[in-house]
């Protein structure tokens, strides 16, 4: 399975932009970047996914570097809500989700 | 509305004893999966389902068993042979095919768990 690495834990302040940093240095050619975040005590629902080109829906936005060794999941402004472990996922079509221990990210006040 | 419900939310058993997690979807998905999620980790894939009456192990299938006997129902038990069960069981599925129903066919779409305390 392709890995990704993500910092173990991030803090942003309220209405502030949060970049999280996913590495994926040995991303195939049909390798998807997907997102996803899990609020406390629930199950991971999906934020974003892509390809090549950046990104954007109602919840996110993904930038994903020329060389796609990197990307970057972006929420513009930060709410206490936002408070969750998000997880960046290489997924190749056909196989299944790897779920790492991803980023946990602390909205302060 | 459309989802996937997981029941009991919490459950308790003594060592020794198997226990059932039940898992019900009605989104029409043909692929339903089961994650094991321990404090402070990652999900990890216990079994996996692509279509009805056929199963398949994920990474940490030892001491769990599964059946498929319809769609909507993917239900988990928890044999006596895992030696470390406590843990927050996470039930997904997924659509297989594009076109069915709206839903995007990368998503996975995760129920609100069932977290299991065995003593």
């Known amino acids: 399975d392709a890995k990704t690495t993500q910092p173990n834990s991030m803090e942003s302040n309220e209405e502030e932009p949060v970049h999280l940093p996913c590495n994926h240095s040995?991303?195939?050619?049909?390798?998807?970047i997907h997102w996803y975040r899990q609020l406390p005590s629930q199950g991971p629902e999906y934020v974003i996914h892509?390809?090549?080109s950046n990104v954007n829906n109602r919840m996110a936005s993904l930038a994903i570097a020329e060389d796609r060794k990197s990307s970057t999941l972006i929420l513009h402004r930060a709410t206490l809500r936002d408070a969750a472990v998000y997880y960046c996922?290489?997924?190749?079509?056909?196989?299944?989700?790897?779920f790492g221990p991803g980023t946990r990210l602390s909205v302060l006040p | 509305d459309g989802g996937i419900t997981q029941s009991p939310k919490y459950l308790f058993r003594k060592e020794g004893q198997n226990v059932t997690l039940s898992c019900e979807q009605n989104?029409?998905?043909?692929?339903m999966y089961w994650y094991r999620q321990d404090p402070g980790q990652g999900l990890r894939l216990i079994y996996y389902?692509?279509?009805?009456?056929?199963?398949q192990k994920g990474d940490i299938a030892e001491g769990y068993s599964v059946s498929r006997e319809k769609k909507e129902s993917f239900p988990l038990t928890v044999t006596s042979a895992q030696k470390n069960p406590t843990a927050f069981y996470l039930c997904?599925?997924?659509?297989?095919?594009?076109?069915?129903?709206?839903?995007?066919?990368?998503?996975?779409?995760f129920g609100p768990g069932t977290r299991l305390t065995v003593t």
């Open positions: 892509g390809l090549t």
């Open positions: 040995t991303i195939s050619g049909t390798d998807y």
């Open positions: 997904a599925s997924r659509v297989k095919e594009a076109g069915t129903s709206g839903y995007n066919l990368d998503e996975q779409y």
């Open positions: 989104l029409n998905h043909d692929a």
């Open positions: 996922i290489l997924l190749t079509y056909g196989q299944n989700f790897v």
């Open positions: 389902s692509q279509i009805v009456n056929d199963f």
